[in-house]
């Protein structure tokens, strides 16, 4: 999908907890937790908290009162985050589900909203929390589960992009929307090994369909595939030919100051969402990255789908989001 | 949202289970199922397998070997109907969320999509099933529960929409976004009540933003309301000095053929997907129905939020499909 009218990523608000401001996007986000609990009575509602706070912040920032839409979604059952937020901004809302991969598939529609002209203005948002996370996808934090090496930390943490043809900041040039692919992982600790192959399947398919090398992006940015996956996915491409060493990087591998508990890094719609939203868009906007594509992975398994013996399908959207040439 | 391209839906695929097969749909349906397992293992195969049926004859009908994009969504926790289904197609695919809301949406963005010509084509489709939803929301079927009088009965259904720029069907006009709405209804066997407001709202923000009387409308169809909901929506418009008592109708009060066990009537995003795919179409390519505007609504709970103690927050989109003035 090729955006000819510019869409262009206006303003941007993200909020991250402690541990994950102890590492790279603590000096970069709006809102640093001091309390990962936001002052709220539980995780789900910190969690919708600090998405709405993103929410409000990216418009205030923009000088918007409203936007025309709001995409969002978020790793809860039914996204009860996005909608809950959803209400208390009463913004025309549409709900989108994609696991870690929402904020690039947020990002796409609202490139094609704003630049169909079907909507003046467009917010993409998501985020997660590691609790709320982690007691419905595993197990009670109360029981203190050993943690496999190979697995993930589910980033607390939220962005909001806002989207519009008018205004300043980088374009978004084009976007590929993933295939659901499956190599059979089975295993819900190794998230990164699972998704990874949809990551390179849908970068494959963008640099078929746009003709650009590898080369041509400053930075190839996947989601949360962790340490481990990041690993995967250059392999992966590199036995296609197509060589990413050299602008490769993860959002789950950058964000943790040191790999200890969180193993193979972060994880979670929220690590995405946080990492582009702060770190990645302060860089662009100081010109020190001018051309990034960012992919963001999914794993969309539930705990019923593992239960009954699925293997675990995944989804990678690819966005080209570029800095216009000065 | 007004499109100029006219998208059109060039063609519908549904499936029902035997009990909505005894109803108004059993005459129109693409396969009526006899056993609602459907050969599967599993409730959750089951409903997997339906909406995978639904998206594969639809593919069929126009005679196409695949799509540009698959926009579907269902009501299990990671809309994992959807994202196994997707896997099975191969198509490129967006997930979205919104409850029994997902066919409007679905409708709405295929009809972005190929409207502003990022697609040449794309699937709109959903489903649910009585069975994985009534033990995913509600109680074991095994334990037997008495149903209060204000509920409503989930349908076993899938249904798949091709929308395209090319080819020939009913055109999709034009479409409202909805926005979430929470009158403070929190008995989670009261949908309709609670839903009802959001269906009224995104009428009247409907007919005001294009300028059109109720009237314009053969037929104002809600998606899963239900009896009481239908009564509801009709006196909340009736006061804003809207009348649609004389065309308004809705899927849930209309599928089932008596309303014995499932009282207020069906709900279920199978519920307005398979009516709407089926009948509805059907009763529009003979030319007795020329102008419908598809409301479906959906109620944005989960377990979690009704056990911390929060109200419903409600979505319904607005999607014009109306015949060309041959």
Chains 1, 2 share one sequence.
């Not at 999914?298 to 990678?316: N, R």
């Amino acid at each position: 999908m090729f955006f000819k009218n510019k869409p262009k990523i206006i303003s941007s608000a993200t909020v991250a907890g402690p541990k994950e401001c102890a590492g790279l996007v603590g000096r970069y986000v709006d809102y640093a937790l001091e309390d990962d609990m936001f002052s709220e009575s539980t995780f789900e509602r910190a969690e919708r908290k600090m998405l709405l706070y993103s929410i409000r912040r990216s418009l205030e920032k923009a000088e918007l009162k409203g936007a025309d839409v709001l995409i969002s979604g978020d790793l809860l059952n039914q996204i009860i985050s996005a909608s809950f937020a959803a209400r208390e901004t009463g913004i025309p809302y549409l709900g989108i589900y994609g696991a870690c991969s929402t904020m690039s598939e947020g990002l796409l529609l609202a490139s094609v909203l704003t630049d169909g002209g079907y909507a003046k203005n467009a917010v993409a948002a998501t985020g997660s929390h590691f609790s709320s996370a982690e007691r419905q996808y595993r197990y009670p934090l109360e029981l203190g589960c050993t943690r496999p090496p190979q697995s993930q930390w589910t980033v607390t943490g939220a962005g909001s992009c806002v989207v519009s043809r008018e205004g300043k900041g980088p374009c978004i040039t084009c976007g590929t929307v993933g295939r659901v692919v499956d190599y059979g992982v089975s295993d819900v600790n190794n998230m990164g090994a699972a998704m990874a192959p949809a990551a390179s399947k849908v970068i494959l398919a963008h640099l078929h369909d746009t003709g650009r090398k590898p080369g041509y992006y400053d930075l190839i940015l996947t989601g949360d595939l962790g340490i481990l996956g990041s690993r995967i996915v250059k392999d992966l491409l590199w036995e296609k030919g197509t060589d990413v060493f050299p602008n490769h990087d993860d959002c789950g591998a950058m964000v943790y100051a040191r790999a200890e508990d969180e193993f193979q890094g972060g994880s979670g719609a929220g690590c995405s969402a946080s990492v582009f939203g702060s770190y990645i868009l302060h860089e662009m906007s100081a010109g020190r990255l001018n051309k990034v594509l960012f992919v963001a992975t999914g794993a969309l398994l539930s705990t019923v789908s593992s239960g009954q013996g699925e293997t675990i399908p995944c989804i990678a959207h690819a966005v080209a989001v570029e800095n216009e040439p000065s």
